[in-house]
């Protein structure tokens, strides 16, 4: 495996939490995508202004290469802890690529109930759509060939970091 | 020779029995059985993994609460599902059992979910499908014979581990008519399986097979020293309607000494908590006090048996 700096996670947040602040409804609820995507809503959830409910979701029963890959193992339990139902949304993932897993997150949210509005805050958006979807919110755009996928880790200390992993093919 | 639970990759394929099913596989299962507890508390009560999955629920023996968990377990998933009640249609017409599986196999079936009268026909079923290729068929066994009742083994182990959390510390005792229960069979196996330390069978000499303490179990003939100190006491359903003969004296009798009343419950720890597969024959094998008690999760047990049902479908069918 073959494994590369990218600049500091940390720093990224900030600039991202600078262009959200503001811009984020006092009431919004921030929901992450496991696993990243969670350790970024409970951060965002805190540095942002307002009373923000706080939700996780795992996408795997969701997702659209299941027939093909079947299920993964390590699912975890989506845990939406208020309602759905007329609710500002703001989805977070680490990173953006095929837009596939936000795909998931958003028909997922739908069957807890309609949502007034969904909004996207991403740490990295890395290129690469196959899918009509773009972050509302975003902390740095990189690029990486195809075959690298780009991973945020977070160490004992709770801090993120972002590193290239050549894809196994 | 493979494990024919296992496809070329080692993943499960088909759910036959727990006998033999390796502990990852077991866990595995568990796990992937939480998430799916929290969606009966969702608005749409519903995730798309196995939408255009023909599930066929082949009964060739009566059963209502297990089809109907495996039908709602299915449809949670999004599948569509088949009711066959084999045993008033093809098969009074004369048809073989694997001549109606290759009929349901041509109406594009994914999962047959089989329970049979016959130990060994889901597996019979299973490697007629290897023989015929038809690898992206599934099967599930759903209680066959005396021999396997898996998905009932794996929703007992999945209470358990949600009401214990570790296993390797705790005693568990399964109380009554062992002989005939295919379901103390999956659980034994299960238990053993995870490193359960102490698994201990209570029943009368007629009412255990003749090598049970092969299976690594305790025997105990006296239901008192038998609970004594268990975490689990596992009730199993006195089955009247199998038994040839007379192993019994009298549903009185059998209360009495191996019933689960109050008074014997004292005996257990006073965490210990007490399951029943259903269904329930009150005042034959457990007092209606026992059985709506503090300490009963029999109902959580019918909960969890879906979550784990579809855990079992949504793994073997990616597979």
Known sequence: MNSQELPDADIIFAELVDRMRGAIAFEAAFVGIYSGGAWLAERLAAAIPGEHALGYIDVSFYRDDYSRTGLKPGTKRTALPFDVEGATIILVDDVLYTGRSVRAAINELFDFGRPARIELAVLVDRGGRELPIEPTYCGARLLAARDVSIVLSRDNDGRLKLATEKTAT | ?319
């Open chain 2, 1 to 319: 020779m493979r494990n024919p639970q296992l496809n070329a990759d080692g993943e499960l394929t088909h759910l036959l029995t727990l006998e033999g099913l390796p502990a990852p596989i077991i866990r595995r299962i568990l796990d992937t059985a939480d998430p799916f507890v929290s969606i009966a508390e969702r608005e749409v009560k519903k995730v798309p993994l196995l939408r255009g999955k023909a599930v066929f629920n082949l009964f060739f023996e009566n059963s209502t609460r297990t089809r109907t968990t495996f039908e709602i377990a299915a449809k949670r998933l999004s599948a569509d599902v088949i009711n066959l009640n084999i045993g008033v249609s093809s098969t009074s017409k004369g048809e073989t059992l694997l001549d109606t599986v290759d009929n349901l196999v041509a109406m594009d079936a994914d999962i047959f979910v089989v329970r049979h009268a016959q130990s060994g026909a889901p597996h019979l079923i299973a490697q007629h499908l290897t023989s015929r290729r038809a690898t992206h068929v599934h099967v599930i066994n759903a209680g066959d014979g005396r021999h396997a009742h898996p998905t009932q083994g794996l929703l007992d182990l999945y209470t358990i581990r949600h009401y214990k959390q570790e296993l390797h510390h705790l005693t568990v005792a399964i109380v009554g008519d062992i002989l005939h229960s295919r379901v103390a069979r999956s659980l034994i196996h299960g238990l053993t399986t995870l490193g359960v330390p102490e698994v201990r069978v209570v029943g009368p000499k007629t009412l255990l097979p003749a090598s049970v303490e092969a299976m690594g179990v305790r025997v105990f003939h006296d239901m008192r020293t038998g609970i004594e100190g268990c975490d689990v006491i596992a009730m199993l359903r006195l089955q009247g309607e199998r038994m040839n003969g007379a192993l019994l004296p009298s549903g009185g009798e059998f209360y009495k000494q191996y019933g689960l009343t109050t008074e014997k419950l004292a005996l257990a720890k006073p965490d210990a908590i007490v399951m029943h597969p259903g269904p329930m024959n009150r005042g034959v094998e457990i007092e209606s006090a026992v059985a709506d008690g503090a300490r009963s999760v029999i109902l959580p047990q019918v909960t969890f048996g879906i979550a784990v049902r579809m855990a079992v479908m949504s793994i073997i069918a990616g597979n």
